[in-house]
Structure formats: structure tokens, C-alpha cells
């Protein structure tokens, strides 16, 4: 008797059978070998940092100062916030859990413990502990009662005096310039922006979220490309090509410029609803005000208040387009501490000519670049 194999049945049956279940049983088992690779290389930078850096908690630990998570404060692309109560003491902080999907490769985890883990400057923000059991992670700070600083500045009611807004535009100053100088290594924040200026019960501002910071030798000039991340509307020119620059310090300091530009006009630094298309982007708008090129719809510059001038004034010469003509942070400080006498108007520094730049146009651009430089990487 002859036995005749039905062919394309027996390679369905083998797929669905066999090879099915052997390509889901190596994908789990590849899964299971990368998550591995990142818990192992989590634990093994903590276990060097237990001896030198923050307390570490369990994730038990964790539950009991969040009381099981009760008092959500926000909210994130990195997690959740969760206010909490450490004991002895009955010290308030604020845990950041971070989501598993967040950061894969636990680099973020990484390196906002090892930036600020053994940082202690009344400008930034203190981490006291974190938590690490497998893919669970947690971040441990300072309570900062007053919240992040963008929701005081674009306020519809004035906030803040001028001399309180030159106060925290000098604190937040001298905390980026403790992380660039005053460190073993310098520290690149990369993403300078209101959000992550938090506010102590005092009003005194510290920089946070240190998420995408990196740790560089002071001698070291270059920053390599895969740096460039951060905030649209406030990543420095060279951080998306280097025709501007190299990517160093003063690229903080151009976000920083944009962070004192939004304080000193109590808005949004692009704001495509703006009632007057002229006024849509406001470093082009202040600039033109400050140099008397327009005279429609501008109030005269003798109208501003000599602080505000001082601190858009000393913005324009931090957003400059090339980073050798920005000062350093050393220079912000001093000319925050300064008169308005004797500053200089800068050149004008926007992707722009003598005209407006459109708002739109200019997110556009920015996105685009942006990607392009993403897939250089």
C-alpha cells in the first residue's frame, strides 16, 4: 500500500503546531533576556551608588510614605507624582513613580540618581531616596509646596513683583550654574523650561527633573549628537545643528533665555493666538520693542519697567543663535545682579529677517529639523 503525504497540509499543521509556538517561545524568551540585561545594569550602577548616593527603599517602603499612593500631585509622560510623609520626622516629599514603558533601558533612572543623588544646593531640588525591584522604580525628593513655576508666570493676574521675579530668575541662575561649575562634573540639564522650576514654601526656586541631564568632563567641549533631546521652544539652535555650535553648557543657557524671556512678559514665548500676528512670537516682538523699530500697537519702551527691561534685555543676549555669543552662566548672574544701565542691546537672534517670524512657520521648522536630526543619530 502506498501512502500518499497531502504536502501543503502537513506544513500548515507544522507552522501552527510547531513553529507557532516556538517563534512566541523565543520572542518571550528575548523579551525576558532584555529586561534582564536592564534590571542587572540598574542594580549593579546601584549597588555602586548605596555607599555615596541617596537612601534606597523598598517598594514596600514606598507604599507606606504614599499610603498607597493617595495624594496624586501630577501627572507625566515619565509617570506619576505622589505626595508622601517620611517618618521619623513627618517629612513631606513628592515620590515620582516612573511608568515601565517610560524608559526601557532605565537610562532616564539612571541618570537623574547619579546627577543629583549627592547634590545639595539650596537651587535644586534634593532627592532623598529612590526604589529599584525589578521594572518597579521610584524617585524620592523635597516636597515643593508651591508647585512648578509655569502655573505663577502665565497667570492671567500678576503674581509676582518685579523685584520677586528678579529674585527667582537670580536663584534658578545660580542653581544652573552650580550643576555647569560647581560640580566634579559639569551637569547638562538639557530641559531648562518653567515646568521644572519648582517652588519651595518661600518662593525660592529649584531646578528639577533631571531626566535628560548628562555628566560631562569640565575639559570636555564636545557633547555628542545623541544629547539632543529636550523641549520645542526651548532647545538651543546647535542641539539641532551644529552650523550653531557645539552642544555644550550654553545650550542651557539659551533655554534658560527663554525661560526668562516667558517670566519677564508673563506669556508664552510662541502663542499663535495672539490677538496681533506681530506679536505671535514674543522674543521678535520684545526685541522690536526694545529697539524702537515699531511704533504701531507698542507701547514706548520708557512704559516697561526697568526690570523687566533688565530681564528681557539679558534673555535676548542668552537666546543668541550661535552659543560663542551667549554669555555663560557666570555672566547671567552678574548681570542679574546688575543695573539695566549697563547692558547692551544684543544683535537680533532668530531665524528671521527684519520681519516677523510666524509662529507656526517656526514650530514647523523646529519639528522638522528635529526629526531629521533624530534619524542621523
Not at 543629583?116 to 539650596?122: D, Q
Not at 543668541?320 to 552678574?334: C, F, G, H, L, T
Amino acid at each position: 500500500m502506498v501512502y500518499v503525504i497531502d504536502v501543503p497540509r502537513f506544513l500548515v499543521v507544522l507552522c501552527r503546531f510547531v513553529l507557532a509556538p516556538l517563534s512566541v517561545l523565543i520572542f518571550l524568551a528575548y523579551k525576558y533576556w532584555k529586561t534582564r540585561i536592564t534590571i542587572d545594569a540598574v542594580e549593579k550602577f546601584l549597588l555602586m551608588q548605596e555607599m555615596l548616593g541617596p537612601t534606597r527603599f523598598a517598594y514596600t517602603d514606598i507604599t507606606a510614605i504614599t499610603r498607597h499612593f493617595r495624594d496624586k500631585l501630577g501627572q507625566g509622560g515619565y509617570g506619576s507624582v505622589f505626595k508622601g510623609v517620611l517618618l521619623p520626622g513627618n517629612v513631606h516629599v513628592a515620590v515620582k513613580m516612573l511608568e515601565g514603558n517610560s524608559n526601557c533601558k532605565g537610562e532616564d533612572f539612571i541618570s537623574e540618581v547619579s546627577t543629583i543623588g549627592r547634590i545639595h544646593h539650596v537651587n535644586v531640588v534634593h532627592l532623598l531616596g529612590f526604589c529599584s525591584e525589578e521594572m518597579r522604580r521610584a524617585l524620592v525628593y523635597e516636597y515643593m509646596p508651591r508647585g512648578s513655576l509655569d502655573k505663577y508666570i502665565f497667570s492671567a493676574e500678576k503674581i509676582f513683583s518685579w523685584d520677586k521675579l528678579n529674585e527667582i530668575a537670580l536663584g534658578i541662575a545660580q542653581g544652573i550654574n552650580y550643576l555647569h561649575h560647581g560640580c566634579e562634573m559639569q551637569i547638562l540639564h538639557f530641559d531648562i523650561k518653567p515646568h521644572n522650576i519648582l517652588l519651595d514654601y518661600n518662593f525660592v526656586p529649584k531646578v528639577a527633573d533631571f531626566g535628560l541631564a548628562k555628566l560631562y568632563p569640565r575639559n570636555n567641549s564636545f557633547v555628542p549628537l545623541s544629547a539632543l533631546r529636550g523641549t520645542i521652544g526651548y532647545i538651543a539652535p546647535e542641539m539641532i545643528s551644529r552650523s550653531f555650535g557645539i552642544i555644550s553648557s550654553k545650550s542651557d543657557v539659551y533655554s534658560f533665555g527663554m525661560l526668562l524671556l516667558e517670566m519677564a512678559g508673563g506669556r508664552r514665548n510662541a502663542d499663535p493666538n495672539a490677538a496681533n500676528s506681530s506679536q505671535s512670537y514674543y522674543p521678535s516682538w520684545v526685541y522690536d520693542r526694545l529697539t524702537e523699530q515699531e511704533v504701531v500697537e507698542i507701547s514706548p519702551v520708557d512704559g516697561m519697567h526697568e526690570l523687566e527691561k533688565k530681564l528681557c534685555i539679558i534673555g535676548l543676549w542668552c537666546i543668541q543663535m550661535r552659543s560663542e555669543d551667549r554669555p555663560n552662566m557666570s555672566e547671567v548672574i552678574e548681570m542679574l545682579g546688575g543695573g539695566v544701565d549697563s547692558l547692551q542691546m544684543p544683535s537680533r537672534p532668530f531665524f528671521c529677517d527684519e520681519g516677523h517670524t510666524h509662529v507656526e512657520d517656526s514650530y514647523h521648522l523646529s519639528s522638522q529639523l528635529t526629526t531629521i536630526s533624530e534619524e542621523d543619530e
